[in-house]
C-alpha cells in the first residue's frame, strides 16, 4: 500500500513539475545573463558550440582553442563541450543539451561516423548548422566537413617517409589506435594502395597491430612487433598514444638506428623522440589551424554565406579564403597538407601543442 | 564476604525501545562456578557483553577484588583477565587453531613485534593437549567440529591466564561426552583459581558443577542459592515465574499405518545403509553423538542433500525427491537444527516468515494476498504461543525461544505427513521447550508422524515412542520406548573401540 | 575422530597448494603452448619485458588482495593511479631536478591520502565499498582531468633521472621488478608475521568475533584502503615513468584487470583468505596472455573473447578440482 | 500465563510512512530540479524535459532486473556486454538479410540467452561468485562481439525502426512509454507477487529460503536471464538512437546502471530496497547530468558532482539512522 501511495505521490510531484513548466515561459530575450566581451551587434550573441572526442585529450584541448580564438574574433559565444569518455552515446547527450539551449552551430569531431546522425539530424531540423571536424560524421548528417588534411595525403606520406628512412626495402608494420577507428583504418587503406606501387617492391607490411590508444597495450604490441618479427626495419604509428609509446620502446630498447618509426604525433609527446633520432621526422597538421577554420566556417554557414555546397566560399580570417570542395558523396573544406616536424622545427612546436 | 572477585551493583542497559537489564545485581566469589539461568531473552547475553566491555551499562557499578572498574572496551576486559566463551562460537573459520587461540595477544618479539609461529604452535600444542584435545593447532579452525571448535575457545580463554571466564551455553551444541569433558576441563580450571561464571539451560549443567546460582527473569535480577538450598521446582519458576507441570507431555496417540520407509539409504562419506520405518501417530527419535550423520539423512529426505543409493518410500509409494519443494509438496516437513540461519529470515516480520513456505498457495495465481497471509500468521503464531505483540514484529527482536516457535509454525502451514525436527529444543529456554514438545505431542495425536532428531537423552526418552540410534553414518540400533535406557542408547552412540569414548560412557 | 580431523586437515592443507599448483601448471602449459607457435616467447629480453609489463599489475594486486580479505572491493585504483602519477609528473614537470625517491614519495602520499579517504568513508559512515570507491573513482578522475587542464605531461618535460625510474636497474634487475619483490616481501612478512597484518585476516574471516576480540575493525579498514592508495599512488609514478607520459585517461579501467590477477589467483571474494603466492601467478597469468597473444599472432579482434574464456575455464577448473579433491577425501572417510 | 492477542492489522503510521528514503530521493529530486530551473533558462521546457528522458532512458531498462539482482545480494556486471552482443548480432543479421521484426526478436533471443549462461554458471558453480562469472562473462560476450563485426560498423536499418528511440506517441516520446510500462511491470513483479516475495526472502537469508521450499536456483536464473532479456531491450533503443552499432557500444554502463539501483536505496548486501528508489534515481541522476550540461559544465566537475552525490547520498541515511540499526543489531545478539 505504501509502495503504490509512494508511487503515486511521484507521479503527481512529476506532473505538477511539468505543469509548472508549461506556464508562461519568462521573455527569451533576457536570457542572456554573462557577457564576456563587447557585444558588436545589439541583439543577443549568437552561440556556436564545438564537441570534441573526450575530454583531457591536449590535441582536442588545442582544437577547441583554435575553435574559440575564431568564434570571439566573429563576436559569437563559443560553447566548448566534451563527454569524459570517448563514445557516440554520450556525444549524442550532448547534441540533446545543445539543441534546448538553441544554440545557433553545432562543430564536432565525431566518435562515431554513423551513430550521431539521427541526433544531428534533429539538430538539422531545429534550424541548427551542423558542421563536422577532424573525424567526420556521414554526409547525411552533416553540411559540410572540415579536414585536417587529405586522407590520401597523408596514408602516401607516411609510407614514403617510412620507406625513405629504411633506404628502400625491408619490413614494416603499423601501429593503429584501436581497430574500429575510422580514421586511422582510412589512412592505412592508403598506405596500403601507396604500397601497391612497383617501387615499392621490396619493401613489406608485415602486420598492423592495435594499441588501443592506450600506453600499456601499444607498449606490448610493439614489443611483439619487435619480436615476432626480428627483421622489422619500420614502424609507422598513425596515432598520438600510440608513436608516443613506439618511441618509448625503442630507446628503451636502444633500437635507434635499427628500427625507423613515423607517424602521426603531437610535436610536445615527440619532441623527446625526435630530437634523439629515434622518430627521424613525422607528421601532423595543426589542430589549432583545425579549431579555428572550423570556427570561421560555422560561422559563414550561420550567417548564410555558404550552404555546404561544391564551390561556396568563404574568407577564413588568418588561413585566407577557403573553398567548399566535393568529399564521396559530401563535402568538405580542406585545411592543407600535413605539415612535417623534425629535429630541426621541433624545438619551437614542442611548447606550442 | 566483601571479597568478591567481580561484583555488578544496580546495572541498567536499554536499547531503544527495549529495557535489557533492569537493576541487576551479581557476586562472583573466587574460586567458584557460578550458574546463571534465565529463559533466553532473560538478559544473560547483555550481561555477559557488559563484563566483556562490548556494551557500557547506562547505570550501575562495576567492582573487580573491590575495586571500582570500568571496562570501556574488550580489550579493556581481557587485560583485567576477563574472558568469555560465547553461545555461538565467535571463531574465524579462515584462521589456523593457535591463530585463534592468540588473537588479540599474539607472541611476538620484543623490539621487531615480529609474530613468533613456531612458540605460538608450542603453547597451543600444549594447551589443547593439556584440555585433552589432540589435534593439530596447525588446523584451519572451519575444519573442526563444533564441540573442537568449543575446546579452541576454552583454549583460547586459558592463554590469556584469564582469572575470571564467561561460559554462554557451552554445552548446548555437545553431546554427553563432549559436555563431561568439558564439565572436568572447567573443574580444572577451578581448581587453578579460576573464577566461573556458567551459563546453561540444562539442569544437569548446574548440579553437576555449580555452588551457587542466580537466576534473571525478564531483565531483573529474581536472587541467588546455593545449588543445594533450591529445589529443581523452585528454580523452574523462579526461572519462568509459573509452574511447569508436565516437562515432558507425551500424551498416548494411536500408531497407525506405515508412513514413511527408508530403505538403504546411503551417501559416500556422510551416511550408509540407512532404514528404518515411522508410522502414523508415531515419533521417532534419532540420537547419537552430534556429526554421526542424523542430520544429514533427514536434510537427504527433505530433499537439501542428494542420496546415492537407495529410496524414500511415502505411504507405499516410491518417491524421488530433490528439492525441498518436491519434499513439501508431499508432505515432508523439516525443522531445521539452525533456527537463526537456516529457519528464519531475522530481518522480516514474524507474519511474513510464517506464510514463506506456503506463499504460493496462500496466493491468488501469484498475486500475493495480504489477508489470507496475516489470517494464517496470526492463527499459527497464537497456536504456537509466539510471545510477541504483533505479527509485524522483526523475528530478529525475538527470544530464541519464540523464534523456535516461529520455525515451528512455519512447518504448521503446510498439508504435511511427516515432520522432521532437528534438534528442535537446543538453546530454548524451558518454557518455550515445554510448549514445543506439547505441539509435537498434539501433533503425533492428530496423526502425523514425527522424526525428532536430539542429543538430550531425557528429551529423547521422554518424547518418543521408538529411538534409533546412528554412529558415525550408519543406524546402530532402534529402541522401543518400553525398552530403551539411557545407558543403552549411550553404547550404541559409542560402542567399544574407542579408547575416549569408553572412558567419556558413564 | 580425531582421526578423521587430522585426515581433513590434511586435504585442506592440500587444496590451498593444489590451487597454486594447478595455476603454475596451467602457466607452464599456456607457455609451452606459445612457445611452440613463437620461439621468441621463451626467450630472456620477452620474460624481461612480460615481467616489467605486470609488475605494476602485480604491485596493485598485493593491495587488493588485501582488500578483499576484508570482504571490500576497491574500484577507485585506477583513479587513483592517475591523479597520483598526474601531479607527481607536474611536480616533476616544474621542477627538473627533483630526485626522483621525492617523485616516487610525493605519489605514494598522494595516493595514501587517496586511499585513507576511502577507508574513513567506508569504515566510519558504512558506505559498502563497492559505492564508496564507485563514487571516489569518478571524484578522483575528475580531479585528475581539472589538475592538469585536459594537457598530458610528455617525454620531454619530464627529467631523464624521473624517466629513469623504470628503465634502470638495480643489481641488475629492472628496478620495477626489484621494487615489486621489495614489496611482495615486505608484505609477505606484513600479513603473515605481524599482529596487523593478521589482524586484517581475521576481520575478513569474521568482522563480528574480530570485534569481540577488541579488534578495531574501523582502524583495519582504514589502514586496508589506505594501502591501497599508496600502491596505487606508488604504481602512478612508476607508470608515468615508465611510459614517459602522464594522461588524464591514465589506466582507466585497470580496476578490472586487477580483480582478475586477484580472483585468478585464488582470493577469495567474500573475505578470508587469499596469499601473496597466488596473486603473483595471477597477476603473471594475465601478464603472458597480454604478452603471448599480440606474439602468436592472434587476431586482435579474437584476443578479449580468448583473454574472457581464460579467466573462465580457470576459475571454473579450480572449482572442479577443488570438488573433486573435496569428494575423494569423503570416499577415504571411513564409514 | 494468559494467552495474548497477537495483533494481525498494520496500523498507518505517516511518521513511518514519510521516514523512507524514497521520500529522501524525491525530496532530493525537487532539489535539482529548482536549482536546474535557477541554473539555467532553458531548463523548464516540458518538451525539451521530455526528449532529455530520452538520452537517459536506453540503460534505465536494465536497472529494473538489476535492482532483483542486488536485492538477490548478487550483482551483474555483464550488462553492457550483453547489451554490445545482442545489438550486433541483431545488425549482422538484418544486413544478411533477415527481416528487421525477426531481427529484433533475435537480438531479444541473444540477450536472454546471455543472461540465461550467467545465471546458469553461477547456479552451477556455487563456489564462484557473481562477481567472478559476470566478470568473465563481460570480457567474453564482449569479445564476441568483436569476432562478428571485427572494426566494422553495422547499421542502415530500416525508417521505422528509428522510432523507438526517438519517436513520439501524443507527444510523450515513445522510450518513456515502454519505459513506464516495463517499470509497472517490474514493480507489480517485485512487490506484489510471490515471485518478488522470495527474492526477497532469498536476498535476506538464501539457506533459510531454501529450507522453505523455494527453487533458490530457479529463482537466481530466472532472475538473471531477465536481467539479460532486458540488456537486449537497452540494445534495441539504444541502437535505434544511433542508428548503426559497433561492438564497443554502451561501454561503461554497468556502473552507471549499478549506481542508480544503489542511489535508489537497494542495499548491496542484499535483501532490501524498493523498485520506486531506483526509478526516481534514475530520474535524479538523469535531469542532474541534463540539467548541468545545459549549463555546459565540463565533464570532469560532472564526474565529481556524481560521485560525490553517490557516497553522500549512501552516507547519510547510515549516519542519520545509525542510533536505531545500532540498537536491533544489539538486541538480537
Same mark, same amino acid.
Given at each position: 500500500m505504501k509502495k503504490v501511495l509512494a508511487l503515486i505521490l511521484a507521479v503527481i510531484m512529476m506532473v505538477s513539475l511539468l505543469a509548472g513548466c508549461a506556464a508562461p515561459q519568462p521573455a527569451s530575450t533576457n536570457t542572456e545573463t554573462q557577457t564576456t566581451t563587447t557585444e558588436q551587434k545589439p541583439e543577443a550573441k549568437k552561440k556556436f558550440a564545438f564537441i570534441f572526442k573526450n575530454t583531457g585529450n591536449p590535441y582536442g584541448e588545442k582544437q577547441m582553442d583554435g575553435f574559440k580564438t575564431a568564434i570571439e574574433e566573429l563576436g559569437g559565444e563559443a560553447i566548448l563541450k566534451a563527454p569524459d569518455q570517448p563514445t557516440a552515446e554520450a556525444q549524442i547527450q550532448m547534441i540533446e543539451e545543445l539543441i534546448a539551449q538553441k544554440v545557433d552551430c553545432i562543430a564536432l569531431t565525431g566518435n562515431d561516423p554513423d551513430a550521431l546522425q539521427p541526433a544531428l539530424k534533429k539538430a538539422m531540423d531545429a534550424g541548427i548548422k551542423v558542421l563536422s571536424a577532424d573525424s567526420a560524421v556521414? +554526409?547525411?548528417?552533416?553540411?559540410?566537413?572540415?579536414? @585536417? +588534411?587529405?586522407?590520401?595525403? /597523408?596514408?602516401?606520406?607516411?609510407?614514403?617517409?617510412?620507406?625513405?628512412? /629504411? %633506404? !628502400?626495402? !625491408?619490413?614494416?608494420?603499423?601501429?593503429?589506435?584501436?581497430? @574500429?577507428?575510422?580514421? @586511422?583504418?582510412?589512412? /592505412?587503406?592508403?598506405?596500403?594502395?601507396?604500397?601497391?606501387?612497383?617501387? &615499392?617492391?621490396?619493401? #613489406?607490411?608485415?602486420?598492423?597491430? &592495435?594499441?588501443?590508444? $592506450?600506453?600499456?597495450?601499444?607498449?606490448?604490441?610493439?614489443?611483439?612487433?619487435?619480436?615476432?618479427?626480428?627483421?622489422?626495419?619500420?614502424?609507422? +604509428?598513425?596515432?598520438?598514444? %600510440? /608513436? +608516443?609509446?613506439?618511441?618509448?620502446? $625503442?630507446?628503451? #630498447? !636502444? $633500437?635507434? %638506428?635499427?628500427?625507423?618509426?613515423?607517424?602521426? !604525433?603531437?610535436p610536445s609527446e615527440m619532441a623527446e623522440y625526435i630530437e634523439s633520432g629515434v622518430c627521424p621526422w613525422m607528421y601532423l597538421w595543426n589542430p589549432i589551424d583545425v579549431g579555428y577554420l572550423t570556427g570561421y566556417a560555422a560561422f559563414a554557414l550561420v550567417e548564410g554565406k555558404i550552404t555546404g555546397k561544391v564551390g561556396d566560399k568563404f574568407n577564413a580570417g588568418k588561413l585566407g579564403d577557403k573553398e567548399v570542395i566535393a568529399d564521396g558523396d559530401g563535402t568538405q573544406i580542406m585545411l592543407g597538407d600535413p605539415f612535417k616536424f623534425d629535429a630541426k622545427n621541433i624545438g619551437e612546436w614542442k611548447s606550442v601543442y | 564476604m566483601a571479597d568478591f572477585v567481580l561484583e555488578l551493583k544496580g546495572i541498567t542497559k536499554v536499547f531503544p525501545g527495549v529495557k535489557a537489564l533492569d537493576n541487576v545485581h551479581f557476586q562472583l566469589e573466587q574460586g567458584e562456578i557460578h550458574a546463571l539461568m534465565g529463559e533466553n531473552g532473560a538478559g544473560k547475553s547483555t550481561f555477559i557483553k557488559i563484563i566483556t566491555g562490548v556494551y557500557q551499562p547506562d547505570e550501575g557499578e562495576l567492582y573487580l577484588n573491590g575495586h571500582r572498574i570500568e571496562i570501556r572496551n574488550p580489550k579493556d576486559a581481557q587485560k583485567l583477565g576477563i574472558a568469555a566463551i560465547y553461545q555461538h562460537v565467535t571463531c574465524y573459520p579462515d584462521l589456523s587453531v593457535t591463530e585463534n587461540i592468540f588473537i588479540g595477544h599474539e607472541k611476538v618479539q620484543k623490539g621487531t613485534n615480529r609474530i613468533l609461529w613456531k612458540e605460538m604452535h608450542e603453547e597451543a600444542k600444549k594447551l589443547l593437549d593439556q584440555l585433552g584435545a589432540n589435534f593439530d593447532p596447525k588446523v584451519q579452525m572451519g575444519a573442526l567440529s563444533v564441540a573442537q571448535q568449543q575446546i579452541v575457545e576454552i583454549a583460547k580463554a586459558l592463554s590469556t591466564n584469564a582469572k575470571i571466564i564467561i561460559m554462554d551455553e557451552p554445552t548446548a551444541a555437545l553431546t554427553k561426552r563432549e559436555s563431561e569433558e568439558l564439565y572436568r576441563i572447567t573443574e580444572q580450571l577451578r581448581d587453578n583459581g579460576a573464577s566461573i561464571i556458567f551459563i546453561s539451560h540444562r539442569f544437569e549443567d548446574m548440579y553437576r558443577l555449580a555452588g551457587r546460582v542466580t537466576v534473571f527473569r525478564d531483565s531483573k535480577y529474581i536472587g541467588t542459592w546455593g545449588v543445594n538450598e533450591i529445589s529443581n521446582d523452585d528454580l523452574i519458576v523462579a526461572m519462568v515465574g509459573r509452574e511447569i507441570t508436565q516437562l515432558f507431555p507425551k500424551k498416548k496417540a494411536d500408531i497407525g499405518e506405515e508412513l514413511l520407509r527408508v530403505e538403504g539409504l546411503g551417501k559416500t562419506g556422510y551416511f550408509e545403509d540407512i532404514s528404518f520405518t515411522l508410522r502414523k501417530g508415531e515419533i521417532l527419535g534419532l540420537t547419537g553423538l552430534v556429526g554421526a550423520g542424523r542430520t544429514e539423512v533427514c536434510q537427504a529426505i527433505f530433499g537439501i542433500l542428494d542420496y546415492e543409493r537407495g529410496s524414500v518410500h511415502l505411504e507405499g509409494r516410491k518417491v524421488e525427491i530433490d528439492h525441498p519443494q518436491t519434499a513439501m509438496k508431499l508432505g515432508i516437513g523439516y525443522l531445521p537444527e539452525d533456527r537463526q540461519k537456516q529457519g528464519l529470515v531475522l530481518n522480516w516480520e514474524i507474519g511474513r516468515n510464517i506464510t514463506l513456505p506456503v506463499i504460493e498457495k496462500l496466493s491468488n495465481n501469484g498475486w500475493l494476498n495480504d489477508g489470507k497471509e496475516s489470517e494464517m500468521a496470526k492463527n499459527l503464531s497464537e497456536k504456537v504461543q509466539v510471545k510477541a505483540n504483533s505479527i509485524f514484529d522483526h523475528a530478529s527482536l525475538l527470544s530464541g525461544g519464540n523464534q523456535q516457535k516461529v520455525v515451528v509454525a512455519k512447518l504448521l502451514t503446510a498439508d504435511l505427513k511427516v515432520m522432521i525436527l532437528d534438534e528442535p529444543t537446543k538453546g530454548v529456554d524451558v518454557g518455550a521447550k515445554s510448549a514445543i514438545h506439547e505441539i509435537m505431542s498434539d501433533l503425533a495425536c492428530q496423526g502425523y508422524g514425527v522424526i525428532m532428531i536430539s542429543s538430550e537423552m531425557p528429551e529423547v526418552l521422554g518424547m518418543c515412542d521408538r529411538i534409533a540410534v546412528m554412529r558415525e553414518g550408519r543406524i546402530t540400533a532402534t529402541f522401543e520406548r518400553s525398552t530403551a535406557t539411557q545407558e543403552a542408547i549411550l553404547e550404541a552412540a559409542m560402542m567399544r573401540g574407542h579408547a575416549e569414548a569408553e572412558r567419556a560412557a558413564i | 575422530m580425531a582421526e578423521k580431523v587430522l585426515n581433513k586437515s590434511f586435504n585442506s592443507i592440500n587444496i590451498a597448494k593444489f590451487r597454486e599448483l594447478g595455476l603454475l601448471g596451467f602457466i607452464l602449459l599456456l607457455s609451452i603452448m606459445v612457445q611452440l607457435r613463437n620461439s621468441s616467447f621463451m626467450t630472456l629480453e620477452n620474460i624481461d619485458d612480460m615481467i616489467t609489463n605486470t609488475a605494476i599489475l602485480s604491485i596493485l594486486s598485493v593491495g587488493m588482495m588485501l582488500v578483499i580479505v576484508t570482504r571490500g572491493i576497491d574500484l577507485s585504483i585506477g583513479a587513483t593511479l592517475a591523479l597520483s602519477g598526474m601531479i607527481s609528473a607536474l611536480t616533476v614537470k616544474a621542477n627538473p631536478d627533483l630526485h626522483p625517491l621525492f617523485a616516487i614519495l610525493l605519489g605514494t602520499l598522494i595516493g595514501m591520502a587517496c586511499g585513507a579517504l576511502i577507508g574513513l568513508v567506508i569504515a566510519k559512515t558504512g558506505v559498502p565499498p563497492i559505492i564508496a570507491t564507485l563514487g571516489m573513482m569518478n571524484v578522483f578522475r575528475g580531479l585528475t582531468f581539472m589538475i592538469s587542464g585536459g594537457k598530458w605531461v610528455s617525454a620531454h618535460q619530464m627529467s631523464v633521472s624521473f624517466k629513469g625510474i623504470a628503465t634502470s636497474s638495480i643489481f641488475g634487475i629492472n628496478t620495477l621488478i626489484f621494487i615489486a619483490i621489495v614489496i611482495y616481501v615486505v608484505f609477505y612478512y606484513f600479513i603473515n608475521h605481524t599482529r596487523t597484518g593478521r589482524q586484517i585476516y581475521a576481520v575478513g574471516s569474521n568482522p563480528e568475533s574480530a570485534k569481540i576480540s577488541g579488534i578495531n575493525n574501523e582502524k583495519i579498514l582504514c589502514l586496508v584502503y589506505t594501502i591501497m592508495g599508496a600502491l596505487a599512488g606508488l604504481a602512478g609514478v612508476l607508470w608515468v615513468s615508465k611510459f614517459a607520459s602522464a594522461q588524464g585517461d591514465t589506466a582507466m579501467g585497470f580496476e578490472l584487470n586487477v580483480i582478475a590477477a586477484c580472483v585468478l589467483g585464488g582470493v577469495n571474494i567474500a573475505g578470508g583468505s587469499g596469499k601473496i603466492s597466488g596473486i603473483v601467478l595471477g597477476a603473471l597469468l594475465l601478464g603472458i596472455l597480454n604478452n603471448a597473444l599480440p606474439l602468436i599472432n592472434v587476431s586482435p579482434f579474437w584476443q578479449m573473447a580468448i583473454q574472457g574464456g581464460i579467466i573462465l575455464i580457470a576459475v571454473i577448473t579450480n572449482a572442479l578440482v577443488k570438488r573433486s579433491v573435496d569428494r575423494n577425501n569423503l570416499i577415504w572417510r571411513k564409514i | 500465563m494468559k494467552e495474548k492477542n497477537i495483533i494481525a492489522k498494520k496500523e498507518f503510521n505517516l511518521k513511518s510512512f514519510f521516514f523512507q528514503w524514497e521520500w529522501m530521493l524525491v525530496l532530493l529530486f525537487v532539489v535539482i530540479n529548482i536549482i536546474n530551473t535557477f541554473l539555467s533558462p532553458y531548463y523548464l521546457d516540458p518538451k525539451k524535459l521530455l526528449d532529455a528522458t530520452m538520452t537517459f532512458l536506453d540503460k534505465a531498462f536494465i536497472v529494473l532486473p538489476m535492482v532483483f539482482v542486488i536485492i538477490l545480494a548478487d550483482i551483474d556486471i555483464s550488462v553492457a556486454s550483453t547489451v554490445a552482443l545482442s545489438a550486433v548480432v541483431m545488425a549482422v543479421s538484418y544486413n544478411l538479410g533477415v527481416p528487421m521484426a525477426l531481427a529484433i526478436i533475435i537480438c531479444l533471443l541473444v540477450g536472454t540467452l546471455c543472461g540465461f549462461l550467467n545465471g546458469l554458471l553461477i547456479v552451477k558453480f556455487k563456489e564462484l561468485s557473481a562477481v567472478i562469472v559476470t566478470l568473465s562473462t563481460m570480457i567474453i560476450y564482449r569479445g564476441i562481439a568483436y569476432i562478428i563485426l571485427e572494426d566494422q560498423a553495422s547499421g542502415k536499418f530500416p525508417a521505422w525502426y528509428k522510432f523507438l528511440g526517438w519517436g513520439y506517441v501524443g507527444g510523450i516520446p515513445f522510450i518513456l512509454i515502454v519505459f513506464a510500462v516495463f517499470a509497472v511491470v517490474f514493480g507489480l513483479l517485485l512487490h506484489k507477487t510471490t515471485f518478488g516475495r522470495r527474492v526477497y526472502a532469498m536476498g535476506n537469508n538464501i539457506t533459510a529460503s531454501r529450507f522453505s521450499g523455494i527453487q533458490v536456483d530457479k529463482i537466481k536464473v530466472i532472475v538473471f536471464t531477465l536481467t539479460g532479456f532486458m540488456s537486449a531491450v537497452t540494445a534495441l533503443f539504444l541502437t535505434s538512437r544511433m542508428g548503426s552499432t559497433r561492438p564497443n557500444v554502451a561501454s561503461g554502463y554497468e556502473l552507471d546502471v549499478i549506481a542508480m539501483v544503489v542511489l535508489g536505496g537497494i542495499s548491496s548486501t542484499g535483501g532490501k530496497g524498493k523498485l520506486t528508489g531506483a526509478i526516481i534515481s534514475i530520474f535524479l541522476i538523469g535531469f542532474l547530468r541534463y540539467g548541468l550540461g545545459l549549463k555546459n559544465v565540463p565533464a570532469q566537475a560532472l564526474l565529481i558532482i556524481i560521485g560525490l552525490l553517490l557516497i553522500f547520498a549512501v552516507m547519510i541515511p547510515n549516519l542519520k539512522f545509525n542510533f536505531k540499526k545500532w540498537g536491533k543489531v544489539q538486541k538480537t545478539s
Open positions: 556521414n +554526409a547525411q548528417s552533416r553540411m559540410v566537413h572540415v579536414n @585536417q +588534411a587529405d586522407p590520401e595525403r /597523408i596514408g602516401r606520406v607516411e609510407v614514403q617517409a617510412v620507406v625513405e628512412m /629504411i %633506404g !628502400g626495402s !625491408g619490413e614494416i608494420a603499423v601501429l593503429s589506435a584501436t581497430s @574500429q577507428a575510422t580514421n @586511422q583504418n582510412t589512412w /592505412i587503406e592508403w598506405m596500403k594502395k601507396e604500397l601497391e606501387d612497383p617501387k &615499392y617492391k621490396d619493401v #613489406k607490411l608485415v602486420k598492423v597491430a &592495435y594499441g588501443d590508444d $592506450l600506453r600499456d597495450k601499444s607498449v606490448s604490441e610493439t614489443e611483439a612487433l619487435l619480436k615476432s618479427y626480428p627483421n622489422l626495419k619500420g614502424i609507422i +604509428a598513425p596515432t598520438t598514444v %600510440g /608513436i +608516443a609509446a613506439a618511441g618509448k620502446v $625503442l630507446t628503451d #630498447k !636502444g $633500437l635507434k %638506428g635499427k628500427v625507423q618509426l613515423t607517424g602521426l !604525433g603531437l | - | - | -
